[in-house]
């Protein structure tokens, strides 16, 4: 059963700051690494994932970097914005062809003017 | 619209009353997952199909819990005798192997289930 331990529970950064959140996974996993966007009373939207063979990724003001040997990940958030606002979702998929997924519990980021 | 779309967004119940949910997926996806979310929580897994098949289910999925994917396309999560700890959100997920090799999920927007 895969683990998943994300931190920190919650986040307040000012607009214009760099917002990071971490996530650490135990067993190894292999497809791909997602982190989600929720607003609240919405579902969980696919903000930005990131290969196990790739070290970083960056999608405009959001990046992830990985780190295989240490199973850890984390996701970036450059520039914040008012608008960023929301419960960020680490994911880890479990091994093999099912590719469910174990969530982490949660960053709840408010980002202030 | 072309995401994943579920049905009813919101449903109240009284404890012991059967209900049931709906679920369609990107109509090219053919996978497709249910998941539950409790208040402050992440998503929890359900179950999950491969167009039509049932393929794994959790061990949260008791038996009151049922899901159908008759057709390969919509699913039905059915709660019989719901209890008030069946109060959460449930999400409907689908998936298609991408270009980039993976199943990367596509949440609906939810149904929020509330037990009276």
């Known amino acids: 059963q895969q683990q998943v331990k994300q931190s920190p529970q919650s986040l307040i950064v000012q607009k214009g700051g760099i917002s990071i959140i971490n996530c650490a996974y135990e067993?190894?996993?292999?497809?791909?690494f997602p982190w989600y966007q929720q607003f609240p009373g919405k579902g969980p939207a696919l903000l930005i994932a990131?290969?196990?063979?790739?070290s970083e990724k960056k999608e405009g003001r959001f990046t992830i970097s990985f780190n295989k040997s240490a199973k850890q990940f984390s996701l970036h958030i450059m520039d914040s914005q008012p608008g960023d606002s929301a419960t960020y979702f680490c994911?880890?998929?479990?091994?093999?062809?099912?590719?469910?997924?174990?969530f982490g519990t949660g960053t709840r980021l408010q980002v202030t003017l | 619209d072309t995401g994943v779309s579920q049905n009813p967004r919101h449903k109240i119940t009284k404890r012991g009353q059967n209900v049931t949910f709906r679920c369609d997926p990107i109509?090219?996806?053919?996978?497709l997952y249910w998941y539950r979310q409790t208040l402050g929580q992440g998503p929890e897994f359900l179950t999950y199909?491969?167009?039509?098949?049932?393929?794994?289910k959790s061990r949260l999925l008791s038996d009151r819990f049922s899901a159908e994917r008759p057709k390969g396309s919509f699913s039905t999560l059915e709660i019989q005798r719901t209890e008030q700890g069946d109060s959460a959100m449930y999400l409907c997920?689908?998936?298609?192997?991408?270009?980039?090799?993976?199943?990367?999920?596509?949440f609906g927007p939810g149904t929020r289930l509330t037990v009276l």
């Open positions: 990131i290969r196990p063979d790739v």
């Open positions: 994911a880890v998929p479990n091994t093999g062809t099912a590719s469910k997924l174990t």
């Open positions: 109509s090219e996806h053919n996978r």
């Open positions: 997920a689908s998936s298609q192997l991408g270009t980039s090799g993976n199943h990367e999920q596509f």
């Open positions: 067993n190894t996993a292999f497809d791909y």
């Open positions: 199909f491969q167009n039509e098949a049932q393929l794994e």
